[in-house]
C-alpha cells in the first residue's frame, strides 16, 4: 500500500469515528455532501438519464440571490455537487461557485459536466480558480465508452472528442491551479459494459496515467432500489432506454473493475467497493450497506428549490418556505418525519451508498483489503 492509500485510509477512518460520535450527541450525522441541482436545461440526450423527463420543460430555477442566501445558511460540509442538467448551461455557474466558496462552506465543489463545450469549461475553471484559489473544484466529466459507444448512448454526434478535450484543458491547467482536478464518470450499461478497461486504456493514454475513473450501475428506482414506501417513491426517475448489463455478466463486470482499481492511484476507493457491492445487491436483492446517508450525510436540492433526503424519494419541503434557510428546513419537522419513512429501503444509489461504505467498518475493512496487493479483494 503506497503513502497515498495509507493516508486515504486514516482520514476516512478518522471521519469514520468523528462522525459517530457526531451522530451520538446530535441523532443525525454531519452533513457531508449536498447534491444541488443548478438547472434542468440540457445539452444532451442521453439514454441512460435517470432525470430526462423533467429536462427542458421550464422547471425554475432558484435566482442566484436565493442561492446567496443558502449558501450563507448550509453548514461546512466536504463536497458540494453543482449538476443538472447539465450545469455549465447556467450563465451564472461562477457567481454560484462563488456564493459557497467565498462563504468557506466546502472543501471541493464537484461539476458534474457533459463535457460538451471544452472552451468554456476552461474559462470557467480559470475564472473560478483565480477568483476562488483555495477552494477544490473538480470537474466530473462523463464519459461512457469509446467514441461510437459514448457518441451513441449520449445523442450526440462528437460528444467523446469534446469530452476529452475538456478533460485535457482541465488537468493542464491544474498544473498551474493546485487545487483544480477533473476526474470521469462511467455509467454501466447493457451497451457499454464490455467496454470499460478499453476505455480506462484509452483515458490513461490520451488523458493522463493519473486519471480517477469511477463507475456507476444505470440506476432506475424500478430496479435499483427496494422497500421505498410507495407513498413517498419518486416513480418518475429511469433512463429513457438503457438496461443494466445481463446479471450473467457481473462477474466479469466486477472483475474488470477490480483490474482498473489495481492499476489506478489512488487504490483505495469506497466508491470501488460500493461498484461491486452494488452488482451483488442487484444479483440477490439484499441490501450491501445500510444507508444511513440520505437525509443526513447527504441531501438534495432541485433547481426550484425543493429538497429531498435522496433522489429515489419525494422531496419534502421547499426552501422558499424556509426564506432559503438550509438549517432551518433540515432541521424542520417535515425533514424529521421524511427520516423516520426512509429507514427500510435500500439501493444501488451511488451518492448514497458509495458514501454509506465509509460508514460502515465491513467498508473500511474492504477498502482496505481491495487495495493491498496479494490479498484476497473484496467481492
Ligand atoms: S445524463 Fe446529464 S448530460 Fe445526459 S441528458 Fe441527463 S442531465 Fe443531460
Ligand atoms: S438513497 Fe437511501 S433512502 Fe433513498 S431510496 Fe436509496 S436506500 Fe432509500
Not at 475553471?125 to 477544490?136: D, L, N, Q, V, Y
Not at 484509452?202 to 414506501?229: C, K, M, Y
Not at 432541521?331 to 423516520?340: D, I, K
Request: hydrophobic share 35%; with cysteine; net charge neutral.
Amino acid at each position: 500500500m503506497n503513502s497515498l492509500d495509507l493516508q486515504i485510509l486514516g482520514q476516512t477512518a478518522k471521519r469514520y469515528f468523528h462522525n459517530r460520535r457526531e451522530k451520538r450527541r446530535t441523532g443525525l450525522y454531519p452533513l457531508d455532501m449536498l447534491i444541488l441541482y443548478v438547472t434542468m436545461r440540457c445539452n444532451a440526450k442521453c439514454d441512460h438519464c435517470f432525470c430526462w423527463e423533467d429536462l427542458n420543460i421550464g422547471i425554475p430555477e432558484m435566482s442566484l440571490e436565493q442561492i446567496e442566501s443558502l449558501a450563507g445558511s448550509v453548514p461546512p460540509m466536504r463536497t458540494l455537487i453543482l449538476t443538472g442538467g447539465e450545469p455549465t448551461l447556467r450563465a451564472d455557474l461562477p457567481e454560484v461557485f462563488s456564493a459557497f466558496a467565498r462563504h468557506g462552506k466546502a472543501e471541493t465543489i464537484m461539476v458534474n459536466t457533459n463535457g460538451l463545450k471544452p472552451d468554456l469549461i476552461e474559462s470557467l475553471a480559470r475564472r473560478m480558480k483565480s477568483e476562488h484559489p483555495g477552494t477544490g473544484l473538480d470537474f466530473q466529466i462523463s464519459i461512457d465508452g469509446l467514441e461510437e459507444t459514448h457518441d451513441r448512448i449520449r445523442g450526440v454526434p462528437g460528444n467523446f472528442r469534446k469530452a476529452i478535450s475538456s478533460l485535457q484543458r482541465v488537468f493542464e491547467l491544474a498544473r498551474e491551479f493546485p487545487a483544480l482536478s477533473a476526474h470521469v464518470l462511467t455509467v454501466i450499461t447493457e451497451l457499454n459494459h464490455r467496454e470499460l478497461v478499453a476505455l480506462n486504456d484509452h483515458l490513461r493514454e490520451h488523458v493522463g496515467p493519473q486519471i480517477i475513473h469511477g463507475f456507476e450501475l444505470v440506476r432506475d428506482v424500478e430496479t435499483s432500489a427496494w422497500g421505498i414506501p410507495e407513498e413517498i417513491r419518486e416513480k418518475g426517475v429511469g433512463p429513457k432506454a438503457m438496461n443494466m448489463p445481463p446479471v450473467e455478466e457481473f462477474d466479469r463486470i466486477a472483475e474488470d473493475l477490480k483490474t482498473i482499481q489495481r492499476r489506478s492511484t489512488p487504490r483505495v476507493s469506497s466508491f470501488h467497493i460500493h461498484n461491486l457491492a452494488q452488482l451483488e445487491m442487484v444479483r440477490t436483492q439484499r441490501e450491501q450497506y445500510p444507508c444511513v446517508t440520505a437525509g443526513q450525510a447527504v441531501g438534495v436540492i432541485y433547481s426550484n428549490g425543493d429538497v429531498a433526503h435522496c433522489e429515489f424519494t419525494l422531496p419534502f419541503a421547499n426552501l422558499g418556505k424556509f426564506d432559503f434557510d438550509f438549517e432551518k428546513l433540515w432541521h424542520s419537522p417535515a425533514a424529521n418525519e421524511r427520516r423516520g419513512q426512509i429507514r427500510s429501503c435500500f439501493c444501488t444509489h451511488g451518492c448514497f451508498h458509495g458514501k454509506a461504505v465509509e460508514y460502515s467498518l465491513k467498508g473500511l475493512r474492504e477498502m482496505a483489503r481491495a487495495s493491498l496487493p496479494g490479498l484476497r479483494s473484496a467481492k
